[in-house]
């Protein structure tokens, strides 16, 4: 590499031009360490000087705008330059006086294009919805005029999976629930003389709405991306098609067990997480309002009727049977690619959260008038 020179060779005859001579390679890494000295040498240069590039042995873009913006963006009057160094810096010329794009304006036709591109995504996810749970009621129809290929050991393993070992984080989650609903209660009924009443604020709130929906947020998160991430590494290393291809249904061995088992481990989370949240909501209130444990477990059945239980032991049924299915659908769409299976992971669990909160907004609706003491 050849480091870059300027050189002036003085005007001799009167009324000639001085000529500037450049010298070695002008390209970034040669121009790096010397860049400004090089810019004041060019900028310090008069119009009527005579430009030599012949000595350059070597010119990339880096070098040719640095001269192009030297001579004020034109070509000066007298240069000896070489053809290939001289198409160089026409490149560089070009490109400076293009205008750079103009940033499309979101128009209504762009805003039509977008809502019809989600209309159909959505109607793709519907089809294919449908068409899973149709293939489920065809498999529990099956199952059942064919008691001996229940997939037994696989449900077991879904239910331990995700419902035994869900217990510790649901429980630690619920008891710190509980212990601060108690304690943010404590303080406004505190203000009104009105500490009993934690304990309805506790049961209601708790059993009927509290438990079901923490538990399901937690699952969501938890058993349905892996539901969901399992799925989706067997659709990418072709293990489904090797089922399909050894006649064993996909939907028999590996969907039906994850959605059989949440439903029936989801009530038992459910029932488990209340207990604590309720346990960490006594003995906050002990702590805070003194009031006796003995007193809180006497009046919990009487301000709570047993329809909130039956009403919390149904909304994690639905809310496991919707979260299986969801997390399936989305597993059984992964494409053969890292890509497409974090992106339907996220999708999944952010369904599968809004789902259960629109289920929750129904069960809240249709229920509003059961199991409220008046």
């Not at 000896?80 to 490149?91: L, N, S, T, W």
């Not at 959505?122 to 064919?146: I, M, N, P, S, V």
């Not at 959260?353 to 199991?371: E, H, K, N, Y």
Request: aromatic letters at 6%; charged letters at 15%.
């Amino acid at each position: 590499m050849r480091s870059p020179e300027i050189a002036t060779d003085p005007a001799t005859p009167p009324g000639a031009r001085s000529v500037v001579r450049l010298q070695g390679d002008w390209t970034l890494r040669a121009l790096a360490n010397r860049l400004r000295s090089f810019r004041e040498q060019l900028a310090g240069r008069r119009d009527d000087v005579a430009w030599s590039l012949n000595g350059i042995s070597r010119l990339d873009s880096f070098g040719a705008a640095l001269m192009w913006h030297a001579w004020g963006k034109r070509w000066p009057e007298s240069i000896e330059i070489p053809d290939d160094m001289r198409a160089v810096i026409g490149r560089v010329a070009a490109s400076a006086e293009s205008p750079l794009p103009g940033v499309p304006r979101f128009n209504v036709v762009d805003a039509v294009i977008v809502l019809g591109s989600m209309l159909l995504s959505f109607r793709d996810h519907a089809l294919d919805f449908t068409r899973l749970l149709g293939q489920l009621c065809l498999d529990l129809a099956y199952l059942l005029r064919h008691p001996a290929e229940w997939p037994l050991r696989e449900i077991s393993a879904n239910v331990y999976k995700a419902g035994f070992k869900a217990m510790p984080v649901a429980a630690l989650v619920g008891f710190l629930i509980g212990v601060v609903m108690s304690y943010l209660s404590a303080l406004q009924l505190r203000a009104f003389g009105a500490d009993i009443f934690i304990v309805n604020i506790l049961g209601l709130g708790i059993i009927r709405e509290l438990g079901p929906v923490l538990v399901s947020v937690l699952v969501a998160g938890r058993s349905g991306s892996a539901m969901t991430a399992q799925l989706g590494v067997m659709r990418v290393t072709e293990e489904i098609d090797a089922l399909s291809a050894m006649g064993i249904s996909r939907t028999i061995r590996l969907v039906l067990p994850k959605v059989i088992a949440l439903t029936l481990a989801m009530p038992l989370l459910v029932l488990w997480t209340s207990s604590v949240a309720l346990l960490g909501g006594m003995l906050s209130a002990w702590l805070q309002l003194d009031l006796g444990m003995a007193f809180f477990i006497e009046r919990l059945p009487q301000v709570v009727p047993l329809a909130n239980v039956v009403i919390g032991f149904a909304k994690g049924a639905v809310f496991g049977l919707m979260i299986a299915l969801v997390a399936c659908h989305f597993g059984l769409r992964v494409s053969p690619n890292t890509e497409s299976l974090s992106a339907n992971t996220t999708a999944s669990v952010v369904s599968s959260i809004t789902v259960v909160i629109l289920i929750d907004a129904v069960f809240a609706i249709a229920t509003r008038s059961i199991g409220v003491p008046r």
